[in-house]
Every structure is written in C-alpha cells, then in structure tokens.
C-alpha cells in the first residue's frame, strides 16, 4: 500500500531557527511530491511541487529536497517567523491521479 | 488561487438527508478532485473527474456520488448521509501543463447528526 509519513506531528521551534520537515513514502514510483501550508480552517496552498526527476526546488526561504531511492523528501525553512506558523502536508503523486498525503506537521514558531 | 469556489461552506444536516457540495472554478481546468480530510487520516481522495461527464472513484468513494455536466462545475452528493461522513471536504484542480500541480478550494465543512 502507498503510505506517506510525516516526523514528527508537532514542533515548536523559537524566532529565526532553521529547521527541517521530514517526509517519507513507501512507493518510490512516484510522479512528483508536493508540499502544502494549511492554516486552521483554511484550504491549502501549495509551496513547491518537485517533479520525480528533480532533487530539489527552491522559492524564497523555502528549500525542498527529493530522494526516490530511499523515499523521503525534506522541506528546509531558514530563518524561521512567527506567520510560518501553520500545518505542513506533503503529498506523494502516484500514476498521475493518486495522491498520498501525510498526516502533517504542525509548526510552531514562537516569537 | 485558481479561482476555486466552494459551497456551501458549512452545513449542518441530519442523518439520512441527501447533501450537495459545489465545487466551482472559473479557469477551465480539466482535472477535479474531490478529497475529504479528517483527523488521524489526512486527506483522502473520494472522486474525480477528467472532464465534462468523465469521473472515476478514488480512495474512499463509497457513499458518494459525484456529477460533472460542465467544465466549471464538480458536484459531490452523499445520497444518504451518515455521522461517519462529517468531515471537512476539499475541491482541488490540476494545474495547466504536465507538473500535476494541485490547486485547493477553502473547504466545506459537513456535520452529519
């Protein structure tokens, strides 16, 4: 079964911190991995989307990084601030229509 | 945004009663999800469709029913709706070229008594 993972649940990090959101899937054959930020009650917005033939895809303070071999894909946040504060999903695209997604990390930057 | 709209966006009914989710978009799109998401399970996809009157089921497609008689427009029905179908539901479209970039709507929140 294609399962997507996310470590850990939560993290509470302090202003400025660099940190790192780990995602992992059982299938490598996947199609492309997207990463999302969804606020509470709110829809979600997509981040970067890393195709499966890319290793990484970069926007602004955002960094995010694909390992198919070993089925994992990272998000870096440099610079962390309080409005980075939200839940993050990553999502495993398989055969163009079946997308996997995590459970989410919940971030927490604290002023 | 991808000019997606979602209606209603909170409803309240009672178990039994049949209910209608809109999904809207205004840029042509080919491609509509359906996705329910719910604590524990993240989201998970119920249908989806590939163009006018062309849908297929996902994941969790059981108890839904869905309808797609124009581009702009994705329905999701629940005939007969039931407790373990209150959850908050999420249109979604792919986005133009061969990335299968996802785009989401705001969401709909469904309580089921």
């Known amino acids: 079964k294609q399962e997507v993972t996310q470590i850990p649940a939560a993290l509470s990090v302090p202003e400025g911190e660099n940190l790192v959101l780990n995602c992992s899937f059982t299938?490598?054959?996947?199609?492309?991995l997207q990463w999302f930020r969804q606020d509470p009650g709110k829809g979600l917005t997509s981040l970067l989307l890393?195709?499966?033939?890319?290793r990484e895809q970069t926007s602004g303070r955002l960094n995010a990084s694909l390992d198919k071999s070993s089925g994992r894909s990272t998000l870096y946040i440099a610079a962390s601030q309080p409005g980075d504060s939200a839940t993050y999903l990553c999502?495993?695209?398989?055969?163009?229509?079946?997308?996997?997604f995590g459970a989410g990390t919940r971030l927490t930057v604290k002023p | 945004d991808a000019g997606i709209t979602q209606s209603p966006r909170h409803k309240v009914t009672e178990t039994g009663t049949p209910v209608t989710l809109r999904c809207h978009q205004t840029?042509?799109?080919?491609?509509m999800y359906w996705y329910r998401q719910d604590p524990g399970h993240g989201l998970r996809l119920i249908h989806y469709?590939?163009?006018?009157?062309?849908?297929d089921k996902g994941e969790v497609s059981d108890g839904y029913s869905v309808s797609r008689s124009k581009t702009e427009d994705f329905l999701l029905t629940l005939e007969s709706a039931t407790s373990s179908q209150t959850s908050v539901y999420f249109c979604?479209?792919?986005?133009?070229?061969?990335?299968?970039?996802?785009?989401f709507g705001e969401g709909s929140r469904l309580t089921v008594l």
């Open positions: 469709s590939y163009g006018v009157k062309d849908t």
């Open positions: 840029e042509n799109h080919r491609y």
């Open positions: 299938d490598s054959a996947i199609y492309n």
């Open positions: 999502a495993a695209t398989y055969n163009n229509n079946d997308m996997r």
């Open positions: 979604a479209i792919r986005g133009f070229g061969d990335t299968g970039e996802l785009f």
């Open positions: 890393i195709q499966s033939s890319q």
